[in-house]
């Protein structure tokens, strides 16, 4: 079946621009997690859905990050006003359900502000 | 805080030989580890995971020990293909927590015709 896909693949943006990326889980994994990886480091937990839960903002680096997940599928992440220090790429995962479940992970949206 | 790392940014072998990557991690907490292979462009993929409750868990040519009185593991992978060149990330997660993955920063490995 399809992976995880998420787009757009790459964004250039302007600093103070806001951006939407987007999501599509693999069919029928109730949850959904956003990593970031900057150059050189690992990857950043930023958000994680589970179901019809309140989502995990733990990993949110500032109030200009958001993410919603509509239907329980597809997820929107925004980040208002970019910075030049936002620029990573931006990761989704899903898997089955909570707990110790595999994540399977999207190919990434590799976004560069400038 | 890095609460999961992988001291080697990079690691080189011979096609045939042993590759030996190694991470460690400080939160007690943690009772699930995974690797994930990462080519470049593409998302990580799941190569293979243990539970606190093992020590070893072995999958084809790739095996993952768990050490946890030193908090340490690693990933052996015999013999080493040039298909495995890529750079392998290992990650915890604490089960009774959040299930958030915490990653290491990732090792090179090349392998060499």
């Known amino acids: 079946g399809a992976g995880v896909s998420q787009s757009p693949s790459n964004k250039v943006t302007e600093k103070g621009k806001d951006v939407e990326l987007r999501c599509d889980p693999i069919s029928g994994h109730t949850a959904l997690y956003w990593y970031r990886q900057s150059l050189g480091q690992g990857l950043e937990f930023l958000i994680y859905?589970?179901?019809?839960?309140?989502?995990?903002k733990s990993g949110l680096p500032s109030d200009r990050f958001s993410a919603e997940r509509t239907g329980g599928s597809v997820s929107t992440l925004t980040i208002q006003r970019t910075q030049q220090e936002d620029s990573a790429v931006y990761l989704c995962a899903s898997s089955f359900g909570a707990g110790i479940e595999t994540q399977y992970f999207g190919p990434g949206t590799r976004l560069l502000v400038l | 805080d890095q609460q999961v790392k992988q001291n080697s940014p990079s690691l080189s072998v011979q096609e045939g030989r042993i590759s030996i990557l190694n991470c460690d991690y400080t939160n007690s907490m943690f009772d699930y580890f995974l690797w994930y292979k990462k080519y470049p462009a593409e998302g990580p993929t799941f190569l293979i995971s243990?539970?606190?409750?093992?020590d070893k868990n072995e999958d084809g040519r790739f095996t993952v020990f768990l050490n946890k009185s030193a908090k340490h593991l690693s990933l052996h992978i015999v013999p080493s293909q040039p298909g495995d060149s890529a750079v392998y990330f290992c990650a915890a997660s604490d089960s009774g927590g959040s299930e958030k993955l915490v990653f290491g920063k990732g090792t090179k490995l090349t392998v060499n015709p």
């Open positions: 243990i539970s606190s409750i093992k």
């Open positions: 859905f589970q179901g019809n839960s309140a989502p995990d």
